[in-house]
């Protein structure tokens, strides 16, 4: 019955309810315009105002209103961490915001005493935020009006390589944090942990030769003919990993055996720029691996004066290593060490030193910290800053060396060297000017058409005396290696060339077998 009902007021009211149906339809028709008009019309303000360029300023909370907003001088320069930038995506208008970009700004002095302008930012930045999802953001996304000749530029390394004529490679992968793991990893064992040397040296290569070897790579494609001037540590380990990619145009530097050549000059009363220049008559020998070499001659006019520097107490004493290592010791091997055969002939004192304070790299860690943290606060002091905390890591550079009241003081002929800024740079200068200059490399073993160390495989990384010009690196001839040196050489490098061969072939036994031996 009551169907019945229904049928019938359908029939008999079809009208009235075929016209309450197509106003229902209408008025969802409508909404729904109405919706998509609004959405339409945001989204369309978004992009013209994005055509437009920046529309939001973001400053530190602390920041100066007149000075950040409307460039009024006056008070402090705050800055934003760049890693926080991500968070811009976390407020309620997530959804407007298009693009951004971090911005900073300053100038450099050239040497005509010019000041320019320069501004660091993102071009075209992949920024993971922290809702995990990934967002391509930068000037690309925020100058869309902009028009390019040519192509936005990448963060690509082979763009960044393309046209490269030197590279310089200083990496710590880790971090200084890493370098604290090394040491205190080892010395839990009761076994050094140093940046180079031994197992905490070997760990740092095993965590940096994936890197260095990409970066290789990157420069075998985008910048073949370009010279790779090694600085990152273990300096001959990723030398000759990197060589193994790209030949003869990787050389690894150190500044610690051409500033022992300088001071062994100095302590005789030569002036020490002869022995830097090929064709003097100021002549050296000295062989080894990369903090591990002996200074076995200097010779002028054919006359060799080292034995007379190592039978004089009173010069012998202006040179670091005698005094750390012992000058009878330097008498006994007829040699002077590069001061890092302190951790191999005096290893108890080098553990027993360390054991009485914090680690190299428990001191670097905390000293950037304070550093950044300093000129965060103070920005217009930045340069100041670093010569102060520059002078603070030479000052009390191989500190474990040293007595307890002399830890914290260098003499100064002692870091008088110039430094890896200044053998990177003498390198350069005599490649790209051909003005000849003689240096002392980590270059192949067999690099000069025979063998430098002759137990030594050819590709093996060595550190010898090198003439350097426009023609490239030339090693120098050396006196044959012997004896016990000969033997802590080939036994160094054979741990050195586990560890490269267990990163190659990804085997955790080759590492074992190099942290072990």
């Known amino acids: 019955?009551?169907?019945?009902?229904?049928?019938?007021?359908?029939?008999?009211?079809?009208?009235?309810?075929?016209?309450?149906a197509l106003t229902a339809a209408l008025g969802v028709s409508l909404a729904a315009a109405m919706l998509n008009v609004m959405f339409d019309i945001g989204e369309k303000v978004n992009q013209e105002l994005k055509a437009y360029g920046a529309n939001i300023t973001v400053t530190p909370k602390t920041a100066s209103v007149l000075q950040d907003v409307y460039g009024l001088e006056g008070g402090r320069k705050e800055y934003l961490n760049e890693a926080d930038a991500a968070k811009i995506k976390t407020i309620f208008w997530t959804n407007n915001i298009v693009a951004f970009a971090p911005e900073l700004s300053g100038e450099i002095a050239l040497a005509d005493g010019k000041n320019v302008p320069i501004m660091g930012t993102w071009f075209d930045h992949e920024l993971e935020l922290p809702t995990g999802e990934k967002m391509q953001t930068g000037e690309k996304e925020m100058k869309s009006w902009w028009k390019i000749?040519?192509?936005?530029?990448?963060?690509?390394?082979?763009?960044?390589?393309?046209?490269?004529?030197?590279?310089?490679?200083?990496?710590?992968?880790?971090?200084?944090r890493g370098r604290v793991l090394d040491e205190r990893c080892a010395l839990e064992e009761g076994l050094l942990g140093q940046e180079t040397v031994g197992v905490g040296g070997y760990a740092y290569a095993l965590r940096t030769l994936g890197p260095a070897l990409d970066l290789a790579r990157a420069v075998r494609r985008a910048a073949p003919g370009a010279w790779v001037i090694n600085f990152t540590n273990p300096a001959g380990i990723i030398t000759q990993a990197m060589r193994s990619v790209l030949g003869h145009r990787v050389v690894g530097i150190c500044d610690t055996p051409i500033s022992l050549v300088r001071?062994?000059?100095?302590?005789?009363?030569?002036?020490?720029?002869?022995?830097?220049?090929?064709?003097?008559?100021?002549?050296?020998?000295?062989?080894?691996?990369?903090?591990?070499?002996?200074?076995?001659?200097?010779?002028?006019?054919?006359?060799?004066?080292?034995?007379?520097?190592?039978?004089?107490?009173?010069?012998?004493?202006?040179?670091?290593?005698?005094?750390?290592?012992?000058?009878?010791?330097?008498?006994?091997?007829?040699?002077?060490?590069?001061?890092?055969?302190?951790?191999?002939?005096?290893?108890?004192?080098?553990?027993?030193?360390?054991?009485?304070?914090?680690?190299?790299?428990?001191?670097?860690?905390?000293?950037?910290?304070?550093?950044?943290?300093?000129?965060?606060?103070?920005?217009?002091?930045?340069?100041?800053?670093?010569?102060?905390?520059?002078?603070?890591?030479?000052?009390?550079?191989?500190?474990?060396?040293?007595?307890?009241?002399?830890?914290?003081?260098?003499?100064?002929?002692?870091?008088?060297?110039?430094?890896?800024?200044?053998?990177?740079?003498?390198?350069?200068?005599?490649?790209?000017?051909?003005?000849?200059?003689?240096?002392?490399?980590?270059?192949?073993?067999?690099?000069?058409?025979?063998?430098?160390?002759?137990?030594l495989a050819d590709e093996a990384v060595v550190?010898?005396?090198?003439?350097?010009?426009?023609?490239?690196?030339?090693?120098?001839?050396?006196?044959?290696?012997?004896?016990?040196?000969?033997?802590?050489?080939?036994?160094?490098?054979?741990?050195?060339?586990?560890?490269?061969?267990a990163v190659q072939r990804r085997d955790e036994s080759l590492a074992w077998r190099a942290l072990a031996q």
């Open 463 to 501: 550190e010898v005396p090198c003439d350097v010009d426009g023609d490239g690196i030339h090693p120098c001839p050396v006196a044959p290696l012997t004896g016990a040196p000969l033997g802590l050489v080939q036994s160094v490098k054979a741990c050195e060339d586990l560890v490269i061969e």
């Open 1 to 20: 019955m009551f169907w019945q009902m229904v049928k019938g007021a359908l029939i008999r009211q079809r009208k009235r309810f075929f016209l309450i």
């Open 149 to 176: 000749d040519g192509a936005w530029p990448t963060e690509s390394p082979d763009e960044a390589l393309a046209g490269a004529d030197f590279v310089f490679s200083a990496m710590r992968v880790g971090g200084t």
């Open 263 to 455: 001071r062994a000059c100095a302590a005789l009363g030569l002036d020490p720029s002869t022995a830097e220049r090929s064709g003097t008559d100021v002549d050296f020998d000295y062989v080894g691996l990369n903090h591990l070499g002996w200074l076995r001659s200097l010779r002028v006019d054919g006359v060799d004066l080292l034995p007379g520097l190592l039978a004089d107490d009173a010069r012998l004493d202006a040179l670091e290593e005698a005094r750390t290592i012992g000058a009878d010791w330097l008498r006994a091997i007829g040699a002077v060490p590069n001061e890092y055969l302190f951790y191999y002939y005096c290893q108890r004192e080098a553990l027993a030193g360390v054991a009485r304070s914090r680690t190299r790299g428990e001191f670097l860690d905390a000293q950037q910290r304070e550093f950044y943290e300093a000129v965060a606060a103070d920005p217009a002091r930045a340069g100041a800053l670093w010569e102060a905390a520059h002078a603070r890591r030479e000052a009390t550079y191989m500190a474990e060396a040293r007595s307890e009241d002399g830890r914290d003081g260098r003499r100064e002929e002692d870091i008088a060297g110039g430094g890896y800024q200044r053998v990177a740079l003498d390198l350069m200068t005599a490649l790209s000017t051909g003005e000849p200059a003689r240096m002392i490399l980590d270059v192949g073993n067999a690099d000069s058409g025979s063998a430098a160390i002759a137990s």
